[in-house]
């Protein structure tokens, strides 16, 4: 098909949310899609990963990174397709990562390929799914945070909020291979024991059927060495008040607290940190970038030697966007949230 | 005098405060002086440190001490005199600094002295009240925080709350040695005048004044690098909305948070960490024993050659103690707080 013939469906930020996003909240826009200039590449969307950080671009607020305006496409990082090149570097039929946004397809000049974090992915390490897992941000935040800021020591306690999400099912996995003892938290009794039967935690407690507390006391006998928080709220307050001497939190995020109209709820039990000698620590993925090429391979590798498996939540159709996105506050995906638009 | 006819005059926790701790929350006991046997010392206490701390310790909670019983004399460090001997290692007239408690007398026998955390000092080194102040543990606190925890480098920005206690003065003129931009936090315009004039932090927020936001954003152009913080609350948050990228919060004490009948407030503003690369950690001074005597030649060597000074806000008299204490919560001390019971 001849590319002047396509159209690229869109999904905008209309206005921003107060409190959880609503379709209200976007407006669905097209427009002729165009050959890339000398250099540039035209990408098709395959499939685009859905994250809680999507909440807070929503914003207008100071970040680490500026909020979408209104009016923009929504920001997304996915998998897609090379359609036209006229980059050397680029060949049609590649498959690249990139910051492809709610859309069915992204023409990237030359001198933007890099801001827009194009690189081609090898579809031997791992599926496209797996690329917006395992091998993709969520994979990336959880191999970095648990090892660069959480330095596990084998015999050490690990516990992760969000357990069976995609960053907490990489970080569980893999503080197991590192000799750790590995407790998850996640909502309901089936994530809870996906994660214990089939991804080998030692432990996963449901927070919703009741006492996070008591169940971090039984499952952390000695206390908790390092907690990779995904969530905030209470259950960060849960396990401040079960921290081990020098325990290691990191915060990768508060999605319990992304939809608050009211202020967030801070941790109430952080003189924890005092008490226990421990340290809570902030990281954001990008930056890291340098060492993805060193992580894939890691991980990739115990996705195919079977150390490490994955599991992600495809909802198919871009206009499904707005629906899908909400399951993600309300704990309504089932493993990494993938929204795939378009065949292989 | 000979020992036998001595009175040891005591302040003994008779029940826990609910709030601020008033006079109520102690007995006043006394009774004979007894002579030390083998490998014992006797003390005469001359002077104690009043401390945020011993609010924590009139609490029956977990920490990283056990509380005071009720009954107990209250614990409280100090100065005191060597009055009597049966150890080769203290001969009569020894200043020894020791977990006094809050009496008039101590006797240790030999294999309580490590407990009781009995050393000798040197006068040469400091006053008495320099020895409870910058070269006791609020200064060990304020140097292995400052320089373990916070990691200072030239130029780096760094806040310090409680500028004018005891820790505050030692963390804010050992960061201006190591070269860093020093922004105090105090209460009201005598303290912040001092901890510019005569101990030479770059500026001091008076948060009695009003808007301590505006005036981190004024004073910390290039954000906080470093943050020092004695006093938790409000303004905990306030600072970490100023943090600069990759910034370390040192968790030394909360006291606005020791007489709260309700929960600890927590930093609403923690995920400010994570959009900044930050770190919160907790800090106790004792894990630092090993280490004192570097820190106090280090310091001892800046107050004699006068790029350091120290403030001690000296009370008279055991049965002050009660109202003394709750100086502390009022801001009513300017400098550190000592209770002198005898002279030296």
């Known amino acids: 098909m001849a590319i002047d013939s396509l159209v690229n469906h869109q999904v905008r930020l209309a206005q921003r949310p107060v409190g959880a996003p609503t379709r209200e909240n976007w407006t669905f826009t097209s427009e002729p899609v165009q050959e890339p200039a000398s250099g540039g590449v035209l990408i098709k969307t395959l499939s685009l990963s859905l994250d809680p950080a999507m909440r807070g671009w929503m914003n207008d607020a100071k970040s680490y990174i500026p909020p979408v305006g209104i009016g923009e496409v929504m920001r997304a990082g996915g998998v897609g397709k090379v359609i036209a090149s006229q980059n050397p570097k680029f060949a049609i039929g590649d498959l690249v990562s990139a910051g492809l946004g709610v859309q069915e397809y992204l023409l990237v000049a030359e001198d933007q390929i890099k801001r827009n974090g194009v690189f081609k992915i090898n579809p031997q390490l791992g599926s496209i799914s797996q690329w917006l897992n395992v091998l993709g ?23 992760v909020s969000g357990a069976a999400g995609a960053v907490g099912q990489t970080v569980g996995q ?15 009794r089936a994530k809870c024991d996906w994660v214990v039967n089939e991804l080998g ?11 996070v507390k008591a169940a971090l006391k039984e499952h952390c006998p000695k206390g908790v060495d390092i907690y990779f928080d995904n969530v905030g709220g209470d259950i960060l307050d849960d396990v401040l008040a079960r921290l081990a001497r020098g325990a290691r939190i990191i915060i990768c995020g508060a999605i319990s607290q992304y939809n608050n109209t009211t202020p967030v709820q801070g941790p109430k039990n952080y003189l924890s940190l005092l008490v226990n000698r421990a340290r809570m620590e ?28 994955s599991r992600e939540d495809v909802v198919q159709g871009l206009d499904t966007f707005p629906e899908a996105l909400v399951k993600l506050f309300t704990g309504g995906n089932f493993g990494k949230l993938v929204l795939q638009v378009a065949d292989a």
């Open 282 to 309: 902030g990281m954001v993925v990008f930056d890291y970038a340098d060492r993805f090429p060193v992580a894939v391979a890691e991980l990739s590798g115990y996705l195919k030697d079977g150390r490490m498996r």
């Open 174 to 188: 893999l503080a197991r291979i590192k000799g750790c003892r590995v407790v998850g938290i996640a909502g309901g």
């Open 201 to 211: 935690f030692d432990a996963c407690i449901d927070y919703k059927a009741g006492n």
């Open 137 to 159: 941000m969520p994979g990336m935040t959880g191999y970095f945070g648990l090892l660069d800021i959480g330095q596990p020591k084998p015999g050490e306690t690990v516990v």
